[in-house]
């Protein structure tokens, strides 16, 4: 019997279509390992949001090599689709996909020998069928992702993702409900919908959108927890956040991308809305679903950037109060409007203005945190932590390490929330 390992970079939906081919394999009678293990074939998710994440990509496909000389390696995910021909000349690789036929991997990678090389990805560009991928479990015992969506037509000008991508692809509502229900017959209690731009749910289908989406989830017996991952901050309008209002099981955590807050700044980026708009949304947002979290992703030394652009990030930063946010440096991505520019900013005034912006957000994320020293929550378990404690989150995704002997997985329990420690709150079950 051969075995395979499998190694992700990258987003949710990465590991989400990892595990979809992952359970290819295994119906075909492989043995899944861990990946610092022998393998007889390794499959590398590739991301190429950053600079890094194609310098990992490259990493662990060396080390894929070095455990077995022998092994065939394909790669597939957003690097291969931008740089195919990059990656097919790295020692060791034999194919090639890119974000599209993963399903064929399989019937692709076994005739190969461990000298082969071919190349197997296609265009995108004019990509307007979802790929059905459908997965049956999750890494992640207690809570299953469902991808719901495929592609981008933002164009920001920093971002690789529309042309790694494609154009937006919709999955049929009824197929994301029939995943869901299957997840929920599984035993899983919290779906988290997932896509490439999640937001655009359904505008290439015309029957449906993610509110309807969302409503109808609600109503699945056995979930008690549904989350968005990441959406953009005008989808939340008034209108969309008073038609999902009333959904019992959606989870008050909200991760809209602000990426900058001065304006000049996002009309560079071609983000399309202002700083006042994100404000309005977070006010909406907070007068209907109190103690929600709002998180975000904040990028420093976006090509222009002056010292007063980014002094209005910060100043905007202190105003959201957010309770948790993803800082990251913005890294050129060739074939993009942005990295053509030619007042590109230095990394280490990009890494000042990181460590800057940070600190704001560690202070709004305590203070989050703190706000909910003394209450009682329901917390659904996942697994035992580090330091011993089991570990579990809130519907708002705070982390919660409470002492326990008992095998909570899966399970939920009423949690007094008694203080903050390096960014976890310890608590104590009180039912």
Request: aromatic letters at 8%; one cysteine or more.
């Amino acid at each position: 019997m051969k075995n395979v390992a499998f190694y992700t970079l990258g987003c949710k939906v990465n590991q989400y279509e990892t595990e979809a081919v992952s359970e290819l394999f295994e119906d075909a009678g492989y043995t899944v390992v861990p990946f610092d293990e022998r393998a007889d074939y390794y499959i590398i998710n590739t991301c190429s949001v950053t600079s890094m994440s194609d310098r990992k990509s490259r990493q662990m496909i060396r080390r894929a090599k070095k455990a077995n000389p022998d092994s065939i390696i394909a790669v597939m995910g957003c690097y291969s689709q931008t740089a195919p021909d990059d990656v097919l000349d790295i020692e060791g690789v034999n194919l090639v996909l890119g974000t599209k036929d993963r399903a064929s991997v399989l019937r692709l990678i076994e005739p190969l020998s461990s000298t082969d090389k071919l190349n197997a990805v296609t265009s995108v560009r004019d990509n307007h069928t979802f790929e059905e991928l459908t997965v049956r479990r999750c890494m992640d015992h207690t809570r299953a992702y469902i991808k719901i969506q495929d592609g981008c037509s933002q164009f920001c000008s920093y971002c690789i993702i529309p042309y790694a991508r494609g154009p937006v692809r919709s999955r049929k509502e009824e197929d994301v409900l029939k995943e869901a229900q299957a997840l929920s017959d599984a035993g899983y209690k919290e779906l988290i919908l997932t896509g490439i731009h999640a937001a655009s749910y359904g505008k290439d289908l015309g029957d449906t959108s993610l509110w309807e989406l969302l409503n109808k989830i609600d109503k699945i017996d056995g979930i008690e927890r549904v989350r968005m991952s990441s959406i953009e901050p005008m989808t939340l309008s008034p209108e969309f956040v008073l038609k999902i209002k009333d959904c019992k099981k959606l989870c008050p955590h909200f991760h809209i991308s602000l990426q900058s807050g001065c304006d000049e700044t996002l009309r560079r980026m071609n983000r399309k809305y202002t700083t006042e708009e994100f404000a309005g949304v977070a006010d909406t947002l907070r007068q209907y679903f109190p103690d929600c979290a709002i998180t975000t992703d904040i990028m420093t030394g976006f090509a222009g950037e002056t010292d007063e652009e980014f002094q209005k990030t910060l100043e905007f930063a202190e105003r959201m109060q957010f309770a948790d946010a993803h800082i990251f440096q913005y890294s050129p991505r060739r074939g993009t409007p942005a990295a053509r520019r030619p007042d590109q900013v230095a990394p280490e005034i990009k890494d000042k203005r990181a460590k800057a912006v940070a600190e704001v957000c560690e202070r709004s994320r305590t203070a989050f945190l703190n706000r909910h020293i003394g209450r009682t929550m329901d917390i659904l378990f996942e697994t035992r932590a580090d330091d011993g404690l089991y570990e579990g989150k809130t519907a708002n995704y705070i982390n919660v390490h409470v002492p326990t002997d008992e095998e909570l997985s899966g399970e939920f329990r009423r949690v007094r929330l008694l203080c903050v420690k390096n960014n976890i709150i310890e608590g104590e079950i009180v039912e």
